[in-house]
């Protein structure tokens, strides 16, 4: 089955990798403008959402807004698969749920009893600890660490290195900025920065 990139940055491009490296024929990216990406043929949105043979796509976007937005307008149609994409080196532990179209990459570490819902970006390097649950549409940039118990609601950004303790929850929408620790929850909407992590004035 054709495999579309929705996207055409350096994610998209990873997200290609990634994909090919799991036996996937990748036949194009999508983007607004069309053109090329990597010498593939780049479609828009309007040319693939149009079709309407069965195809599979992944969610090469790697801001919460922007990807809740394709999944809004493509996940839907019957015809569209979206497969969730494990990279080889990534490493689970115990029993996990993992959902729709998600994508764990190279260095990922998960224990076990963890739920990660649909469209979920778990990038390099990322850690998540026993009994965590994260909502859908959840990015975590790479090197973060996401301890036992703790709770990431739908959308939220996770940044780079950030390091959020156990038991905690981080509201949707939310932003953790790179090389945060958070030590206590953080309500929807809000973003917070720094060691410990507060809001930002």
Known sequence: MDLYVIGAGGLAREMAWL??????????F?????????????ITDDELLHRSDAYSAV????????????VNRYAQQEHVDF???????????????IGRGTCLQ?????????VIGDFVLLNLN??????AAIDPGVVANPGATISGGVRI??????GTGAVILENLTVGEE????????VTRDVPAGVTVVGVPARPLP
């Open 153 to 158: 609601g739908r959308s939220a950004l996770i």
């Open 30 to 42: 999508v983007d607004v403008t069309a053109g090329s990406v990597d010498g593939y043929p780049a």
């Open 174 to 181: 939310a932003t953790v900025g790179a090389g945060a620790v």
């Open 19 to 28: 994909a090919q490296s799991l036996g996937m024929s990748v036949v194009g």
């Open 83 to 97: 497969p969730t994409l494990v990279h080889e080196s990534a490493t689970v532990q115990g029993p996990c749920e």
């Open 126 to 131: 990322v850690t998540v600890g026993h009994d």
């Open 59 to 70: 969610v090469g976007l790697g801001t919460p807004g922007p990807r809740a937005g394709v």
């Open 106 to 114: 190279a260095g990922v570490r998960l224990t076990g009893d963890i």
